[in-house]
């Protein structure tokens, strides 16, 4: 059984433990003041909420995931330096502590802030014709989160060339520079997004923030002090302490599908 709402045309929808996010607002799917912090809302209340382990974020429609920032909104008085909410522009800029995996459907044209919401994810899998810009140069604007995150993804000679041209990239091209989990035919994004939900959905839940927090945690550190760093971080000490560990090794020797418990 699914619960679903919708508001401000971001429309919700719980299927078991996973949230199904869809960017609904005709034409393009652009988004305004009202739409982003709503996004912030949804994503801060997945994150507070125990019974949902993944989300997935996609785009009604067939031709457009998001496109960023709603312009008409801008003529109508919109300011670039607005409060979009707590998580930034689209709630996935710089979300507080959301250890929760995310998955992308990407289902047509990202860009701008709208591919910043795809670099906000943790797994992407886009439809063979999208594709993606930071077009924001054109105009004189800073890509900011997208400067921060790209050359943390892809190549950085690559990412700075896409970020200083506003140049396009396709489905085929991101799949070669790794910026994509998956590609697969129009219309079957969101099925290959929910494949991978379930998976993660029936997986033990405490190692999901371990493996977050921990590549967080460790991504600018040697090696040594990444080690470290496992040694310290709660996340990681939870998960050896845990119940399911042993649950896991015991399912393993019994030759049965482990039957996990979250503690």
């Not at 974020?57 to 920032?69: D, S």
């Amino acid at each position: 059984m699914s619960e679903a709402t919708m508001k401000d045309g971001i429309r919700t929808e719980k299927r078991g433990a996973i949230l199904e996010v869809t960017i609904d607002r005709p034409k393009a799917n652009a988004i305004d003041l009202a739409a982003s912090r709503r996004l912030n809302d949804v994503f801060s209340a997945f994150r507070d909420d125990p019974a949902l382990r993944v989300g997935i974020v996609t785009g009604a429609g067939e031709r457009f995931f998001c496109p960023g920032w709603d312009l008409k909104a801008a003529a109508a008085g919109e300011k670039s330096d607005e409060d979009w909410g707590v998580g930034g522009f689209g709630g996935l800029n710089y979300p507080r502590n959301l250890d929760k995996p995310l998955i992308s459907a990407v289902n047509g044209i990202a860009c701008g802030g709208g591919f910043e919401i795809v670099l906000g994810t943790d797994i992407i899998v886009m439809e063979e014709h999208a594709k993606f810009a930071l077009p924001e140069i054109n105009v004189g604007v800073l890509a900011d989160a997208g400067t921060i995150k790209l050359p943390r993804r892809i190549p950085y000679h690559v990412a700075v060339e896409f970020l200083m041209t506003g140049r396009w990239m396709d489905a085929s091209e991101a799949k070669h520079w790794g910026l994509a989990n998956h590609i697969v035919p129009k219309g079957q994004a969101i099925a290959k997004a929910r494949e991978i939900a379930q998976q993660l959905a029936d997986g033990p839940p405490l190692l999901f923030p371990a493996i977050k927090q921990l590549i967080r945690r460790t991504e600018a550190a040697s090696e040594n002090e990444a080690f470290l760093l496992h040694d310290a971080l709660d996340a990681v000490q939870k998960v050896i302490r845990s119940e399911d560990l042993k649950e896991g090794t015991r399912a393993f020797a019994e030759k049965r599908a482990p039957r996990w418990s979250g503690r």
